[in-house]
């Protein structure tokens, strides 16, 4: 890649958070709402006050996530903080809730749970840089153990199913399975010490 470098997403971003998702909010309307709200209120709302939603937990800090910039512009986004941020991540009903209840509020027990690429750029390797970046930033937060919950293979490999990331780059990244709840979702795990 050619000028490639992550910032985390603060209120100063926000146009550049707005850019990558476009005017839709990226996967139907989600604004990377998805594991921050529970189905049933997530439901009642409309993709303005999902983004709404996400512009005010942006504005309060700290950063929930990276943007990606390529030769200057905003072009990807990975969400990474604590698992403590997404309750439907730790839902008992899912396939990514925590091997331990109680790692659902450790603050240090921290989850890469979405990626989210221009049209344009996927398919390129852009989702292994971000994770190298979402693994540094977690480390450097204070991660003690990052986890995903990526899917296996789609039918495309662009498909925007792969929000959750896919099984290689995690493997590639250094992550290792530690439950499989579902065929084609593992749970996956880094520890930092």
Same mark, same amino acid.
């Given at each position: 890649?050619?000028?490639?470098?992550?910032?985390?997403?603060? $209120?100063?971003?926000? @146009?550049?958070?707005?850019?990558?998702?476009?005017?839709?909010?990226?996967? &139907?309307?989600?604004?990377?709402?998805?594991?921050?709200?529970?189905?049933?209120?997530? *439901?009642?709302?409309?993709?303005?006050?999902?983004?709404?939603?996400?512009?005010?937990? /942006?504005?309060?800090?700290? =950063?929930?996530?990276?943007?990606? &910039?390529?030769?200057?512009?905003?072009?990807?986004?990975?969400?990474?903080? =604590?698992?403590?941020?997404?309750?439907?991540?730790?839902?008992?009903?899912?396939?990514?809730?925590?091997? !331990?209840?109680?790692?659902?509020? !450790?603050?240090?027990?921290? $989850?890469?749970?979405?990626?989210?690429?221009?049209? *344009?750029?996927?398919? *390129? @390797?852009?989702?292994?840089?971000?994770?190298?970046?979402?693994? /540094?930033? $977690?480390?450097?937060?204070? $991660?003690? /153990?990052?986890?995903?919950? =990526?899917?296996?293979?789609?039918?495309?490999?662009?498909? /925007?199913?792969?929000?959750?990331?896919?099984?290689?780059?995690?493997?590639?990244?250094?992550?290792?399975?530690?439950?499989?709840? *579902?065929?084609?979702?593992?749970?996956?795990?880094?520890?930092?010490?």
């Amino acid at each position: 890649m050619n000028d490639f470098h992550t910032q985390p997403l603060t $209120a100063e971003r926000w @146009g550049d958070f707005e850019q990558v998702f476009g005017p839709q909010g990226a996967c &139907y309307g989600c604004w990377c709402t998805h594991f921050r709200i529970a189905t049933d209120q997530r *439901k009642l709302m409309d993709g303005d006050a999902k983004k709404a939603f996400m512009q005010a937990r /942006v504005a309060s800090g700290p =950063p929930p996530g990276l943007l990606g &910039y390529l030769d200057g512009s905003p072009v990807a986004w990975v969400q990474v903080g =604590p698992r403590a941020e997404l309750p439907q991540w730790n839902s008992p009903k899912t396939v990514s809730r925590p091997l !331990d209840p109680g790692d659902a509020e !450790d603050p240090a027990v921290w $989850a890469v749970s979405c990626f989210f690429m221009l049209s *344009k750029q996927r398919g *390129k @390797g852009l989702s292994h840089r971000m994770l190298s970046e979402a693994i /540094v930033f $977690a480390e450097n937060n204070g $991660a003690r /153990v990052l986890e995903a919950c =990526p899917i296996d293979r789609t039918k495309q490999s662009k498909s /925007v199913g792969l929000y959750v990331g896919s099984t290689r780059i995690f493997e590639a990244a250094g992550f290792s399975e530690v439950a499989r709840r *579902k065929d084609g979702r593992p749970l996956m795990r880094l520890a930092f010490k």
